[in-house]
């Protein structure tokens, strides 16, 4: 059995029970590299295999998970945040689907989940935002012309980049011709959210590049941009003394 499971965004705590209860039991982990805090790993049991696949390739993670399989092993396939993001698990999962090889997925706590918990930030405001964009700078990694980042800033709802902090210079450009996002729209970097070494910096549009640069960050950090990130929305209904829900009666009929 080959268990997919999401070590969450950094902070070793922050993985699931489920997970944290796999990696224990695990006889394979095949971690992901860099991306997954190294302290997850003190949770495998005396004689487990580990391996990094930062440093292999596709072929050799299923290789490695078929031997493991023909001794009746168990293997977690552990991958960063959440691994339904940018995590290649389709792929994988169709090999295991044509060899017969069972698994299953165990959700993790994403990045953008605790990027907005270092920023003490909600992305859903009332009156600001109800939608929230997650995406990426197309660089060596193309991404479907529909979805160049010109287009979907448009929208001018919360927006969160992944794997973009190298590409800022074209990122801004791209969040300017969008057209809904100004130089003065409220942005922010965080780098390695809730690992110890993170670091938050609010900034606009137009100084997000000077900021990173300023910092040194130059990757494994997410960008945020929106509204979402100022001092303006609306109080939120569902806790209004005058509006009725399924559980009390508001004051205001």
């Not at 709802?157 to 801004?172: H, I, N, P, R, Y």
């Not at 996002?181 to 780098?191: F, G, L, N, R």
């Not at 929305?233 to 004051?251: E, I, M, N, V, W």
Request: proline share 4%.
């Amino acid at each position: 059995m080959v268990h997919f499971v999401g070590a969450g965004c950094g902070a070793p705590d922050l993985i699931t029970l489920r997970g944290a209860r796999l990696l224990e039991e695990a006889d394979q982990i095949i971690y992901a590299g860099s991306l997954v805090n190294p302290e997850l790993l003190k949770r495998a049991k005396p004689g487990c295999q580990i391996y990094n696949s930062a440093e292999m390739t596709l072929e050799q993670v299923i290789e490695q998970i078929c031997k493991a399989q023909s001794q009746d092993l168990m293997t977690v396939r552990l991958h960063s945040g959440d691994p339904c993001l940018y995590g290649a698990i389709r792929e994988q999962m169709d090999k295991l689907d044509e060899l017969g090889i069972a698994y299953q997925s165990v959700p993790g706590v994403s990045s953008f989940c605790g990027a907005a918990a270092a920023l003490h930030a909600e992305y859903t405001l009332p009156g600001v935002s109800q939608s929230v964009i997650i995406t990426r700078m197309a660089g060596r990694t193309p991404v479907p012309e529909k979805e160049r980042l010109s287009a979907l800033a448009s929208h001018g709802t919360s927006m969160v980049l992944f794997l973009s902090t190298g590409l800022l210079k074209q990122a801004v450009e791209e969040l300017l011709a969008g057209s809904s996002y100004t130089a003065d729209t409220p942005a922010a970097i965080v780098y390695k959210a809730s690992w110890p070494e993170e670091q938050v910096f609010h900034c606009t549009v137009g100084t997000l590049e000077e900021t990173a640069k300023r910092h040194g960050i130059t990757r494994t950090a997410l960008i945020m941009v929106g509204g979402f990130l100022g001092q303006e929305y609306q109080r939120s209904c569902l806790y209004d003394p005058a509006f009725t829900t399924g559980y009390r009666k508001g004051t205001k009929e």
